[in-house]
């Protein structure tokens, strides 16, 4: 497996709070033919969505991937509306096996990866371990991943979090990336934290 390029930043540490440029979203595989099957969905669209309007008012990278495309189809409009996303196809269920999506991350030193989508026992959980066992800073919010089996996203989520992966939800990440009502975006902020799910 292709290794990650080490930089010259201090070590990663789980309990340091996000940088806005040393931390990449990762949206996993919300494709057309995957996502209508997976519990929740409405609900767990509406929390990725929320990630994405905070990441793009802060100024946060934003990578998207698909797995099988031809097969399952493109990422649903609603998340995948900003096309400069850079998009990495896969056939298999960790994108950290593409040599582009490693180069991508290399690029950026990122150090922290918010890691959401579908499915949370598979493609999530497969991306999140190789991207630990590599260093990397893993965050997962329990409101913004999911499976079509309530067992099987529940399982994924603890052994995620038992293999080194850091727990949080949606506003969690969203205020922990704003940091603090000072600053000039907090007013847009605020009006994606108060934005309420309704089925």
């Keep these: ?100 999506f490693i180069n991508y991350v290399n690029e950026y030193n990122f150090k922290n990866i918010i890691v959401c989508g579908i499915e949370s026992h598979i493609c999530i959980l497969q991306t999140s371990i190789d991207l630990l066992q590599q260093g990397l800073n893993i965050l997962i919010p329990r409101d913004a991943i999911g499976s079509r089996n309530e067992i099987d996203n529940d399982t994924a989520f603890l052994r995620l979090i038992l293999s080194g992966a850091v727990a949080s939800t949606t506003e969690s990440l969203i205020c922990e990336l704003c940091k603090t009502s000072n600053r000039k975006e907090f007013r847009e902020v605020s009006k994606i934290l108060k934005n309420s799910f309704s089925n």
Excluded: W
């Design 1 to 100: 497996m292709d290794q990650f390029v080490k930089d010259n930043r201090s070590p990663i540490n789980n309990n340091d709070l996000l940088l806005e440029d040393e931390t990449l979203l990762l949206i996993v595989d919300v494709q057309q033919k995957l996502i209508n099957n997976i519990k929740n969905n409405k609900l767990l669209i509406f929390n990725i969505k929320k990630l994405i309007d905070t990441c793009n008012l802060l100024n946060v990278r934003i990578a998207i991937t698909e797995q099988n495309p031809l097969k399952l189809g493109k990422t649903i409009e609603p998340i995948a509306e900003n096309n400069e996303y850079p998009k990495f196809e896969k056939m298999e269920f960790s994108c950290s096996k593409k040599k582009n």
